[in-house]
């Protein structure tokens, strides 16, 4: 089975079949756990810390203990209004309600959630591809405690004793759930990086995979290239990295195609994903809703937010990710889908990039630059006005494109000027007539060699474009600009024509 990333229609990815040829479409919708950036957990006034000393942050309140009651933290609600007004959501009154279940990292043996009146209903989040994949929730809920298993795998089975910590239990969650739109592995990777950007933006997480804020299950199916019904998915967890992600779709794909090739039938279940193994195992059955016998909180009266409170947060909302990129790439005239606007948004360079631009700087350029020239620290510190002065010594020729990145380190290490450190450098202007000379003098040197420029195919002319351009570089100790020499080369191959 082969991985296409050749797009159908547009939009949609495929798989095809090694052995029947068939093509078949990837189905994902992601579910996401992130954990807010509060100070105190949901319903007491107990640290929200990682890595503390095990049961340290802990209250007769998250350890469920007989008679105590939760008292909503407003924070909370602050947080999680202001990540579903960023991922578009409509914010409804809520209520809160018990999740049933038993499980040894949950003191209360039910879990507070938001079931069937959740905060945030029916969002979107645009992907930098373009891609609008539709949010159908995002909802308050409270983290449970974490079990550790000792001995053997690390899993349950086999081991030798559990040890559990509460520090987790009751520390403020928002679940993200993603409709069915991500059509590829690759596609779900960026999704989380566009949500993790949001929640970074927006101070709603700190989303950090590797310490457990932000936990990913992936809803996965396959259906025929063409069907429109989807097909019966298994939810795939214990993904604690983009790499597992990735690759935990693509291995219950070609599962499923597997089995529905021969003719069986996919069992809607949850699957563990088995990092080491590379491959997903059967888990429980998935439960239905009415395995959970919800009910409503009787603890806790219903959420109702004021139209006042919601059109604060709206008004304070900082730039998202997806603004900026737009507003970046209408001003540098490129595509809103161009790598390095996505890269220079990331690096959060998009504010440099605008002020260099709007300092006269070439747009194009200017991005070049941030994409290729500006990953490490202190770039965000480079002045816009002497940037873009950078950028008109390139552009004017009297710095080549190689000067120019060097000269940027050095404005980045320093703060000082393009044209003093160029100066230092040694990077002079090059005389255009002392590069037509150079140029003359080589093709006379040459002639067998300039004869085949002039006159072979495109592959030997490509090979000698090289030949000479590694000449003229040698003889003019790498000064010249690599497109003025295309050009020379270019025009006195016309004239010899
Ligand atoms: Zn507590
Ligand atoms: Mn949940």
């Not at 998250?62 to 209004?81: K, Q």
């Not at 000792?150 to 081991?159: F, K, L, M």
């Not at 919601?310 to 900026?324: S, T, V, W």
Request: proline residues 5%.
């Amino acid at each position: 089975m082969t991985l296409t990333h050749e797009p159908i229609e547009g939009e949609h990815f495929i798989v095809v079949s090694e052995t029947t040829g068939e093509s078949w479409e990837i189905v994902v919708g992601l579910e996401v756990h992130c954990e807010l950036a509060t100070v105190t957990k949901l319903f007491c006034g107990c640290p929200n810390m990682f890595g503390d000393e095990p049961n340290t942050n802990v209250c007769p309140v998250c350890l469920g203990l007989p008679g105590s009651l939760p008292v909503l933290n407003h924070n909370v609600v602050e947080l999680a209004i202001r990540l579903g007004r960023a991922l578009h959501c409509t914010v409804e009154p809520s209520v809160f309600a018990r999740k049933n279940y038993f499980y040894p990292d949950m003191p209360k043996d039910y879990q507070v959630s938001q079931f069937d009146k959740p905060i945030n209903v029916d969002g979107w989040l645009d992907l930098p591809d373009g891609t609008r994949v539709g949010i159908e929730r995002a909802h308050i809920e409270e983290d449970t405690g974490k079990n550790t298993h000792a001995g053997g795998s690390g899993r349950i089975h086999g081991a030798d004793y559990s040890l559990v910590d509460y520090n987790r239990a009751g520390v403020p969650l928002v679940e993200i759930v993603g409709r069915p739109h991500i059509r590829h592995p690759e596609q779900a990777k960026t999704y989380i990086d566009e949500l993790r950007a949001i929640l970074l933006t927006t101070g709603a997480s700190d989303a950090k995979m590797e310490e457990g804020s932000l936990r990913v299950d992936a809803n996965v199916s396959v259906r025929r290239v063409g069907d429109t019904a989807l097909g019966t998915r298994c939810e795939v967890k214990n993904l604690n990295s983009l790499r597992s992600l990735g690759r935990a779709i693509e291995y219950e794909a070609r599962r499923q195609v597997d089995l529905l090739e021969t003719g069986e039938r996919i069992k809607q279940e949850t699957r563990h994903w088995d990092e080491g193994a590379g491959r997903t195992r059967a888990g429980r059955s998935k439960e239905e809703a009415q395995d959970y016998r919800y009910f409503q909180e009787p603890d806790l009266v219903p959420l109702a937010p004021s139209a006042e409170w919601i059109a604060a947060i709206d008004a304070a909302m900082p730039p998202l990710p997806a603004a900026r990129r737009d507003a970046l790439a209408s001003s540098a005239g490129v595509a809103v889908t161009e790598t390095s606007v996505v890269i220079a948004v990331q690096r959060d360079l998009d504010q440099l990039a605008l002020a260099t631009i709007a300092a006269g700087g070439d747009g194009k350029r200017v991005l070049t630059h941030v994409e290729h020239n500006l990953s490490g620290d202190g770039a965000t510190d480079l002045n816009p006005a002497t940037f873009a002065q950078l950028v008109s010594l390139e552009l004017g020729g009297q710095l080549t494109a190689t000067q120019a990145k060097t000269v940027l380190a050095e404005m980045v290490t320093s703060g000082r000027a393009p044209d003093v450190i160029a100066a230092e450098l040694g990077f002079e202007a090059m005389d255009s007539s002392e590069l037509e000379g150079i140029v003359d003098g080589l093709i006379a040197e040459s002639p067998d060699e300039w004869a085949d420029f002039c006159t072979g195919d495109d592959k030997k002319r490509g090979k000698l474009q090289g030949f000479f351009t590694g000449k003229i570089m040698k003889a003019t100790k790498g000064q010249a600009d690599g497109k003025a020499v295309a050009a020379l080369l270019e025009s006195r191959r016309a004239e010899s024509l």
